[in-house]
């Protein structure tokens, strides 16, 4: 039953405990950032965005679980000490769990999923991937789902249970990844030394000399079928910078082309 009079010693006391859980919360976040932050100014870590990156959802997440439980806890805390006799509640939770476990077994899949996710850091927010059949940009990531905005604008929201595989675009370093076609009539070496010429100019070119790490050029002839050379062309470049790399490779190219008379099928 309500008690109807409460001191404020017991109001006191919930407040405090209340406070405390909220305050070991915030103080656990605090000090995983300053950790990660320590960590890239002293130099401990070879990717410092990455590890931002990590953190950022990490924390995001925990703090969502965390407010979760001090909100559960705070609420339990302010029914005993209004006099509301709780042990029944403990008790009924349990029934209670057991029945939604049963019919929501894909939430408990989203969750361990979703789980594994962020402690293993296959992808975070900013990332690029394709999960779930849909390719686009992360915009936010949970214990339950994912959501990713796609290159329509369209926003996807996934749960976690139905990712399989999760390919991320954007991680440590990304490539380039041409495949040319020329006639069997063109000099493939002569079209193969202009694409080599064409991508060691861009790697050279200040204003895309910081997204390059490997100057694209033509590695090999993939293949000979329906009358055509087909040559593939790869190179590095830092995560994320391989569709403006690929786009203004494809525009010098094609200049080149046409001032050496190289001709494509």
Known sequence: MLAI???????GEALIRVGAVLIVTGLALYLVRRAAGAAV??????????LEKRVHTLTDVL???????????AGLIVLSHAGFDITPVLAGAGVVGLAVGLGAQS?????????????????????????????????????????????EGVLHSIPNSTITTASNHTRQWSRVHLELAFPMTEDAERAMGVIDRVGQELANDPAFASRILAAPRAVWVDGLAAGAVHVKVLGDTQPGAQWDVASELRLRLHRAFRAEQVTMV
């Open 5 to 11: 009079g409460l001191s404020g010693q017991s109001w």
């Open 41 to 50: 100014r002293h130099g401990l870590v070879a990717e410092p965005d990455e």
């Open 63 to 73: 703090f969502r679980t965390a407010t979760i439980v001090a909100a559960i806890i």
């Open 107 to 151: 939430l408990i899949r989203d969750t361990l999923n979703g789980f594994f996710v962020v402690l293993e850091n296959q992808y975070a927010k900013g990332d690029v991937v394709t999960v779930a059949g849909v390719h686009g940009r992360v915009e936010d990531v949970n214990l339950r789902r994912t959501l990713v905005r796609d290159l």
